[in-house]
């Protein structure tokens, strides 16, 4: 959405900008109405302007201000009893501790599951207990409980199963489970129709039947929510006489990981998540994530940044390429040499797995360059036999940004079956066409969520598959690409992003998926030095009209047309637009500024 004016219409452009080096159109992110509220907030708690704009710009009323600058989980939690099933799963899960029984858990293969095994299985460790934890392989078995899963852990001595981030729709698995005895409780979040399986307890704050509101929580923010009532009742039962209990808030490092990685809205409750939960992790009481934040090379004070493009993407290369366990093993190892080595061979995993990714990327592209002349789908799908299935979804995700609309990338067998991952863009629903397209029996296997999505297709219905998708999605994609634009906080100069004005934007954090970063706009700064580095990332140097000079870098741009434009334009000026953040090098501190986009000053405003 681009910001608007009272009567609805496009925000007004900033610097005149109407079509930059990216075909952008750069507007302002404040409507009328949000500019007022700013003005508000700013008078009320006499904050700096800058600061109350970026906080108006994302929602925040001049009533709700001051508590939104510190945000409380104690004010933000709501009672575990509102969501459906919960006080079945949690007295359930009650009576197997205290009477002893074995419990296995059982997760998704992806940082939201991982951490989700881990939140409950350092819990269930703190009380004496020793559960079993279950990660699926990708490839093997497939996402969710299976049947061969369940026997196994059920001939291991399990007699209760939990599953997290999965099991909403596992009927023909829980049916096994039934058959073995197996008393399953489901902890998700997941999308699901109107039926369900049959187990004790399912609780999902995104079933039909669940007026909690607290459909926003990723898995392992459910989970933590379970454990909260779960604590509660145990200790309302007495379980904590004569010793401490668990202490909870030490898992939030966990919670904010897993949090960030699924890319849920970073506002309301997954917010106080993760600001305290960086807190927590800057405390480095985690083995594992100590150990993956050293091989990753996080410095300083870790950031959503660096859960989502750092942390994460380590812990998911075991699910993609390797072992899918291993990341669970990690958020729960208590050794930190065992700890040093699981984040190495994680480390290692991640150079392979971008390794494979850049040779399926170059096939996938030119795929996806041929389709668009022919056909100019609503939905991109490629795919191929040699690709590997657990790196379909980061295909997805590049091909939907460079062609900006939904595209699926499909790994396909010898036989022509292909288990594919989907990306879409805002304003298109993919996750409920390709459950209608599962209805009418195009596809074999699918769902997911509006924004990502995953199926099970033969190759031979391509043709049928992307007709059902234009009939049912070409209008929303057409008004959704139509959209090209960058929303603008506000304008400033090299010698006013400083150090102190991050400190003021950090209150109003953390920013990520919901809650975007601010996005400053710097007019006529002079290209002092433009050059390439590391992996595709163009460096360079912005100088105000005063001399003073701001540090810069464009991520993965030397081929992209912003990229293009900062080499091009060494020693002239251009409007950038970017975000801020501290970058620190050999211990000192200093503002840098990511660049989104450029454009030229002369031509801005006669486009």
């Known amino acids: 959405m681009t910001g608007t004016t009272e009567n609805g219409a496009p925000g007004r452009l900033v610097l005149g900008v109407h079509r930059s080096a990216n075909d952008n159109a750069w507007r302002e992110r404040l409507s009328d109405t949000e500019t007022r509220h700013a003005l508000a907030i700013a008078q009320r708690l006499g904050v700096p302007d800058v600061l109350a704009r970026v906080m108006a710009a994302r929602g925040v009323l001049p009533d709700a201000a001051e508590a939104f600058l510190a945000p409380s989980l104690k004010s933000l939690m709501p009672d575990p009893s509102n969501l459906v099933d919960m006080?079945?799963?949690?007295?359930?899960?009650?009576?197997?501790?205290?009477?002893?029984?074995?419990?296995?858990?059982?997760?998704?293969?992806?940082?939201?599951?991982?951490?989700?095994?881990?939140?409950?299985?350092?819990?269930?460790?703190?009380?004496?207990?020793?559960?079993?934890?279950?990660?699926?392989?990708?490839?093997?078995?497939?996402?969710?409980?299976?049947?061969?899963?369940?026997?196994?852990?059920?001939?291991?001595?399990?007699d209760m199963l939990l599953t997290v981030d999965c099991g909403s729709t596992s009927f023909e698995a829980f049916e096994t489970a039934r058959k073995l005895g197996l008393d399953v409780v489901v902890i998700d979040h997941h999308q699901v129709g109107e039926q369900l399986p049959d187990v004790?307890?399912?609780?999902?704050?995104?079933?039909?039947?669940?007026?909690?509101?607290?459909?926003?929580?990723?898995?392992?923010?459910v989970s933590f929510l379970f454990l909260v009532g779960l604590n509660r009742e145990l200790r309302r039962r007495g379980a904590f006489a004569g010793r401490s209990e668990p202490d909870l808030m030490a898992l939030l490092d966990l919670v904010a990981l897993g949090t960030v990685c699924d890319v849920v809205p970073l506002k309301g409750l997954n917010r106080a998540y993760v600001l305290r939960g960086l807190a927590i992790m800057h405390q480095r009481k985690n083995a594992g994530l100590a150990s993956l934040a050293d091989v990753?090379?996080?410095?300083?004070?870790?950031?959503?940044?660096?859960?989502?493009?750092?942390?994460?993407?380590?812990?998911?290369?075991?699910?993609?390429?390797?072992?899918?366990?291993?990341?669970?093993?990690?958020?729960?190892?208590?050794?930190?040499?065992?700890?040093?080595?699981?984040?190495?061979?994680?480390?290692?995993?991640?150079?392979?797995?971008?390794?494979?990714?850049?040779?399926?990327?170059?096939e996938a592209g030119a795929q996806a360059a041929l389709t668009m002349d022919a056909i100019d789908p609503a939905v991109l799908i490629t795919g191929s036999q040699e690709w590997h299935p657990g790196i379909v979804g980061l295909i997805a995700s590049r091909l939907k940004d460079a062609h900006r609309r939904p595209a699926f990338a499909i790994a396909y067998d010898e036989t022509g079956k292909g288990t594919g991952s989907g990306r879409s863009i805002p304003g298109v629903d993919l996750g409920a066409a390709?459950?209608?397209?599962?209805?009418?029996?195009?596809?074999?296997?699918?769902?997911?969520?509006?924004?990502?999505?995953?199926?099970?297709?033969?190759?031979?219905?391509?043709?049928?598959?992307?007709?059902?998708?234009?009939?049912?999605?070409?209008?929303?994609?057409?008004?959704?690409?139509?959209?090209?634009?960058?929303?603008?906080?506000?304008a400033l100069t090299a010698s006013g992003a400083r150090l102190d004005l991050l400190e003021q934007l950090e209150k109003a954090g953390p920013y990520g998926?919901?809650?975007?970063?601010?996005?400053?706009?710097?007019?006529?700064?002079?290209?002092?030095?433009?050059?390439?580095?590391?992996?595709g990332h163009v460096r360079a140097s912005l100088s105000s009209p005063d001399g003073t000079q701001l540090k810069a870098i464009a991520f993965k741009a030397e081929d992209k047309p912003h990229g293009k434009a900062l080499l091009a334009k060494r020693g002239q000026s251009v409007h950038a637009a970017g975000t801020l953040s501290v970058d620190t090098w050999q211990g000192t501190p200093r503002?840098?500024?990511?660049?989104?986009?450029?454009?030229?000053?002369?031509?801005?405003?006669?486009s």
């Open 200 to 221: 004790h307890a399912l609780v999902n704050p995104n079933r039909q039947d669940d007026l909690s509101g607290q459909g926003h929580l990723a898995a392992v923010g």
């Open 87 to 158: 006080d079945k799963a949690i007295e359930r899960i009650a009576d197997a501790i205290q009477a002893g029984k074995r419990l296995a858990i059982f997760g998704d293969y992806d940082v939201d599951g991982a951490t989700s095994c881990a939140v409950l299985a350092r819990y269930l460790r703190w009380l004496g207990l020793d559960p079993v934890i279950h990660i699926p392989d990708r490839i093997i078995e497939g996402y969710g409980p299976n049947g061969p899963a369940l026997e196994a852990l059920r001939a291991g001595g399990a």
């Open 434 to 490: 390709v459950r209608a397209a599962v209805d009418e029996g195009l596809l074999e296997k699918g769902g997911g969520h509006a924004m990502a999505a995953g199926l099970t297709m033969q190759r031979d219905r391509q043709a049928a598959i992307n007709a059902f998708f234009d009939a049912r999605l070409k209008a929303a994609v057409e008004v959704a690409g139509a959209a090209r634009d960058i929303k603008i906080d506000g």
């Open 591 to 606: 503002v840098q500024l990511k660049i989104l986009d450029v454009a030229d000053p002369h031509t801005a405003r006669r």
């Open 296 to 362: 990753a090379r996080v410095v300083g004070k870790a950031t959503p940044y660096h859960l989502g493009y750092l942390l994460g993407p380590r812990i998911n290369a075991g699910g993609r390429i390797g072992d899918a366990a291993l990341g669970a093993r990690l958020l729960t190892c208590e050794d930190h040499a065992d700890a040093r080595d699981i984040a190495e061979r994680l480390h290692q995993l991640n150079a392979e797995r971008q390794a494979m990714e850049a040779l399926m990327l170059e």
């Open 513 to 535: 998926a919901g809650h975007s970063e601010p996005v400053f706009a710097f007019p006529a700064h002079r290209v002092a030095f433009a050059d390439v580095v590391g992996n």
